[in-house]
């Protein structure tokens, strides 16, 4: 079965702590997406990645970079949360010679007090 | 840039009711895909349209896609309750990236 998982599925922090949000994925795909979802606005690509140490900024991504240190794994980091960073992350993979769906993880829903 | 725009943003429907859901999008994309989120859940893949014309059905859902208009839709037959949720669609740009639609929540009522 396919799989992408997501280190923690609630997270509460502190304004300016670094936060770290893992994303896994067992399909061996190429390329993994973080997106941000908001009520109203759907979901927004912050960044993306198509092989391991390659990074592509998205629509928002102030405030925050990514890590693809193995093709398995992307990493978001929050290097100083803020409270208007709170909100629902959703990782997703995807196969880049394939024209099927990118698959998401779970989630982690973040709350930065 | 490419935007993708749904309507209606809410549906509130009876239940063995037909409805479309609507997905603009606006530059030239090779490819439209549907989801359907469940409230607190993560992104559930529905559909996939590869080409103009492209329709597919899946139960009591049935998606197309019209390249020329830009225009994909989502028609919901005879709906039962079970369809409660929020349904997105996202277009592909030509660097890989979706672009989704800002969602329409979809509640079916007894």
């Known amino acids: 079965d396919v799989k992408v998982t997501q280190s923690s599925r609630y997270l509460v922090k502190r304004t300016g702590e670094k936060v770290f949000l893992e994303c896994v994925q067992d399909m061996d795909h190429e390329n993994m997406f973080w997106y941000r979802q908001d009520p109203g606005l759907g979901l927004r690509l912050i960044y993306f990645s198509y092989d391991v140490k390659m990074k592509e900024k998205g629509d928002i991504p102030e405030g925050y970079s990514v890590s693809r240190e193995k093709k398995e794994r992307f990493s978001l980091i929050l290097e100083s949360a803020s409270t208007n960073q709170t909100s629902m992350y959703l990782c997703?993979?995807?196969?880049?010679?394939?024209?099927?769906?990118?698959?998401f993880g779970p989630g982690t829903r973040l709350t930065v007090l | 840039e490419l935007k993708v725009e749904q309507n209606p943003l809410f549906l509130s429907m009876q239940e063995g009711k037909n409805y479309t859901i609507y997905c603009n999008y606006s530059t030239t994309s090779d490819r439209l895909y549907w989801y359907r989120q469940d409230p607190g859940k993560s992104l559930e893949s529905l559909f996939v349209?590869?080409?103009?014309?492209a329709v597919k059905q899946e139960g009591r859902l049935m998606a197309s896609l019209d390249t020329k208009a830009r225009l994909s839709t989502l028609h919901i037959t005879a709906a039962v309750h079970d369809l409660s949720a929020t349904y997105f669609c996202a277009a592909i740009s030509g660097n890989e990236k979706l672009t989704f639609g800002t969602g329409t929540r979809l509640t079916i009522i007894p």
């Open positions: 349209l590869l080409s103009n014309g």
């Open positions: 997703a993979s995807w196969d880049r010679d394939g024209y099927n769906e990118q698959f």
